[in-house]
């Protein structure tokens, strides 16, 4: 499977999409079609936890104050389901691998795993 779950009004995700191969990806803009609970799940089985897949750059992370929380699986998994948002960008499997964000180091893994 190859998959890529991201937001078309992140500029960084857009960048990214740009820089690699996408043909033969089946893409999901998760604001128009929102992520179900089954592929949650499949992602969180991927990276070995919904943390992993959270992004605390979210402006609605700080308006909640939920830095000042602490947050469980469980919240962080409810948290993505409720508000897209949340769901670190992009987030790209390909077949048994999961590339979650955009820091320079997955990029460059996930170009090398492309090409």
Same mark, same amino acid.
């Given at each position: 499977? /190859? ?5 078309? !009004?992140?500029?960084?995700? +857009?960048?990214? %999409?740009? @820089?690699?191969?996408?043909?033969? $990806?089946?893409?999901?803009?998760? /604001? ?5 609970? !089954?592929?949650?799940?499949? +992602?969180?089985? %991927?990276? @070995?936890?919904?943390?992993?897949? $959270?992004?605390?750059?979210?402006? /609605? ?55």
């Amino acid at each position: 499977m /190859k998959k890529i779950y991201f937001l078309k !009004t992140c500029d960084t995700s +857009m960048r990214i %999409l740009k @820089s690699i191969n996408i043909e033969g $990806f089946e893409l999901q803009e998760i /604001k128009s079609e929102p992520i179900t609970v !089954t592929q949650l799940e499949e +992602m969180k089985n %991927l990276s @070995s936890s919904y943390e992993a897949l $959270f992004s605390r750059r979210a402006k /609605k992370y700080k308006q909640m104050d939920l830095k000042n929380q602490v947050l469980s699986e469980k919240d962080y998994r409810q948290l993505i389901l409720d508000e897209y948002t949340f769901l670190k960008r992009p987030v790209i499997i390909i077949n048994d691998k999961i590339f979650i964000g955009n820091s320079k180091k997955n990029v460059e893994s996930l170009q090398k795993e492309i090409k």
